[in-house]
T-cell receptor, first 113, second 113 residues
Framework: NAGVMQNPRHLVRRRGQEARLRCSPMKGHSHVYWYRQLPEEGLKFMVYLQKENIIDESGMPKERFSAEFPKEGPSILRIQQVVRGDSAAYFC???????????FGPGTRLTVL | SQQGEEDPQALSIQEGENATMNCSYKTSINNLQWYRQNSGRGLVHLILIRSNEREKHSGRLRVTLDTSKKSSSLLITASRAADTASYFCAQPITQGGSEKLVFGKGTKLTVNP
């Protein structure tokens, strides 16, 4: 049973470009969480999704950031018109039900030049 | 802010010594979780302690919880160089229909061979 998969592992973008980060949850998990980690900081919650639904996006910046978890395929975190401050590690976690242990992926490290 | 705080921020010890890391949190909890993050990698779930538990063991790990002081500690006994990593406590917060994890800033542990 493969763990949580994230790709790409490293992503470099220039200011103004779009970044798309993908997360495939563990088999049988329908709950996905995205977190962001700035250098030397802990992880900060961004958004929680179930299949085809955004349940809690209270940690998402109001502009340029969006997330989806379609019926088929991975969850996508999309950042439009990236700025240098978006440089961070973005982690995805999944769980079988809300309130259960969250299993984390290896993260995507985004660098904005 | 609901964010917990770990101390110390950094800890350097020799192999074979014990390492103790502390975590304080602000709101009442159902459980507290500890994670490890190796440099540049994802998070690994170490141990979950429930609010009605005072102590829990897993191999060389021992976690204690004092709900009256809103604090927890992680003890790693007989440390090894491979224990070098950052350690985070995380508090689940149920809000907006989701249970998200709120992380502290972590303790960076270095175990010197």
């Amino acid at each position: 049973n493969a763990g949580v998969m994230q790709n790409p592992r490293h992503l470099v973008r220039r200011r103004g470009q779009e970044a798309r980060l993908r997360c495939s949850p563990m088999k049988g998990h329908s709950h996905v969480y995205w977190y962001r980690q700035l250098p030397e900081e802990g992880l900060k919650f961004m958004v929680y999704l179930q299949k085809e639904n955004i349940i809690d996006e209270s940690g998402m910046p109001k502009e340029r950031f969006s997330a989806e978890f379609p019926k088929e395929g991975p969850s996508i975190l999309r950042i439009q018109q990236v700025v240098r401050g978006d440089s961070a590690a973005y982690f995805c976690a999944s769980s079988p039900y809300s309130g259960q242990e969250q299993f984390f992926g290896p993260g995507t490290r985004l660098t904005v030049l | 802010s609901q964010q917990g705080e770990e101390d110390p921020q950094a800890l350097s010890i020799q192999e074979g010594e014990n390492a103790t890391m502390n975590c304080s949190y602000k709101t009442s909890i159902n459980n507290l979780q500890w994670y490890r993050q190796n440099s540049g990698r994802g998070l690994v779930h170490l141990i979950l302690i429930r609010s009605n538990e005072r102590e829990k063991h897993s191999g060389r790990l021992r976690v204690t919880l004092d709900t009256s002081k809103k604090s927890s500690s992680l003890l790693i006994t007989a440390s090894r160089a491979a224990d070098t990593a950052s350690y985070f406590c995380a508090q689940p917060i149920t809000q907006g229909g989701s249970e998200k994890l709120v992380f502290g800033k972590g303790t960076k542990l270095t175990v010197n061979p």
